[in-house]
């Protein structure tokens, strides 16, 4: 199985630390964030990666280069224009067209088991969108999931107090068939005036395709704050001790 990460974005939200760096080439426990998502990538068989670059493209490629040192290789991808999620992997579209493949976001840490984890879920019960979920206190900075069983049935981003159909929220990892790629294909400017990923998700839902919801047992964080940043290295230090 493949992969695609996506790593263009600068990282608005980290301030002054993102000026000379993308957001996933933030350190925590010595190593960027990219590094523990790719390594955690290859633990769960992924032999090759394809990385979507653009903010400060260089940094990312000079550390990884082929992608010895993550037991991958490494093929880089360039989202010209940062305009939102829903497309940024399609530079990768044939790269990733000859079978289901990873698709994580460069800043999310969660045990490297649970990639493992999540290919065995999707080859007992091949779908055609096995999408990571965690359960949050408060779901209104991500996109909450509804679900009957195992099976996603609406997903809405950032919902004011009260709207969440759940507190399980996308957990910015999952595995799809190529399928996906006729739907971001179809996607229209939402409106923050940005293409969004769980825009194709919600036409896939539409249109009778199979997405299931995996849960992510261990922690997990989205780093996308010098605070999550802070709290992910304390984590990472505990699970060395």
């Known amino acids: 199985m493949k992969a695609v990460v996506l790593a263009a974005g600068k990282g608005t939200r980290m301030r002054e630390i993102n000026d ?3 957001k996933p080439m933030v350190e ?13 990538l290859r633990t769960a068989g992924v032999r090759d990666a ?28 360039v989202q010209e224009v940062q305009d939102g999620t829903g497309k940024a992997a399609d530079p990768a579209r044939e790269f990733l067209s000859d079978g289901p493949f990873f698709f994580s976001f460069g800043d999310i840490l ?25 359960e949050v206190p408060d779901p209104s900075r991500f996109g909450a999931v509804g679900t009957e069983g195992d099976r996603i049935t609406s ?17 910015g990892i999952f ?3 190529p399928v996906l790629f006729d739907y971001t294909a179809r996607l229209e400017l939402s409106a923050r005036g940005e293409y969004e990923i769980p825009d194709a998700f919600r036409m896939m839902i539409a249109d009778g395709r199979v997405v299931r919801a995996h849960s992510l047992d261990a922690g ?5 704050t010098p605070e999550d940043l802070e709290a992910a290295g304390s984590e990472i230090a505990d699970r060395a001790a």
């Open 20 to 22: 000379s760096i993308p």
């Open 28 to 40: 925590v426990g010595g190593k960027p964030v990219l590094w523990h998502v790719l390594r955690a």
């Open 50 to 77: 394809a990385v979507v670059v653009g903010y400060k493209a260089e940094s990312i490629r000079s550390y990884f280069g082929d992608g010895a040192d993550v037991g991958l290789g490494l093929s880089y991808f």
């Open 110 to 134: 969660t045990d490297a088991s649970e990639y493992a984890s999540m290919v065995e879920s999707f080859e007992s019960e091949p779908t055609d969108l096995l999408l990571a979920v965690r």
């Open 155 to 171: 997903i809405i981003e950032k919902p004011a107090a009260g709207e969440a159909p759940s507190n399980w929220v996308n957990a």
């Open 175 to 177: 595995i799809s068939t």
């Open 220 to 224: 997990w964080r989205d780093v996308g």
